[in-house]
């Protein structure tokens, strides 16, 4: 049982009509927005290979993103505990998804590749060691059932 719970509320609205529904696979659009009270929605749609639009999110890179967020965010709060001072972060992230003959599938992996920057006199063993902590705690991380990988530089 957790101590506490938080809980995520988002409105997620399409808005792919074309004029008749999804009277057909290819006679609406995948286009939708994600939006929570003033932040900026988020523009979505499906995977190009789905019929989506490439320029707008699709929920798989929003699941790679998640991903990588939570970890980066874990990883930067234990490293000002710890004293690593780190002056950049990047984070080459992604995600492999398997897709059934059926249409249906899963993620099966994804792989963090955060490029850490850190300040002089900061222990470079140290860092390393962080990002297990990071991913031991990262709420993402431990939600899903695939393996998410870290392969710190």
């Known amino acids: 049982m ?6 995520y509320a988002v409105t997620t609205t399409w808005s792919g009509d074309r004029g008749t529904g999804t009277s057909g696979y290819r006679a609406y659009d995948r286009e939708h927005e994600i939006s929570h009270g003033e932040k900026p ?3 979505g749609s499906s995977d190009p290979s789905f019929l989506g639009d490439a320029t707008r ?19 930067l709060h234990l ?3 710890a004293g690593v001072v780190v002056t ?5 992230a992604e ?8 249409g249906g599938g899963r ?3 994804i792989v963090l590749h955060p490029e850490v920057t850190l300040a002089d006199g900061s222990d470079p063993d140290l ?6 902590q990071a991913h031991a705690k990262c709420y993402i991380a431990n939600s899903v059932n695939f393996p998410i990988d870290c392969e710190p530089v």
Not at 57 to 75: D, I, Q, R
């Open 79 to 81: 490293c000002s505990a």
């Open 127 to 132: 860092a390393r060691k962080l990002h297990e």
């Open 2 to 7: 957790a101590d506490r719970e938080h809980r």
């Open 41 to 43: 929605a988020i523009a």
């Open 57 to 75: 999110w699709n929920p798989e890179e929003l699941l790679v993103s998640s991903t990588s967020a939570c970890h980066m965010l874990w990883y």
């Open 107 to 109: 993620f099966t992996r």
């Open 88 to 92: 950049e972060y990047v984070d080459q």
């Open 95 to 102: 995600g492999m998804m398997a897709e059934d003959a059926d």
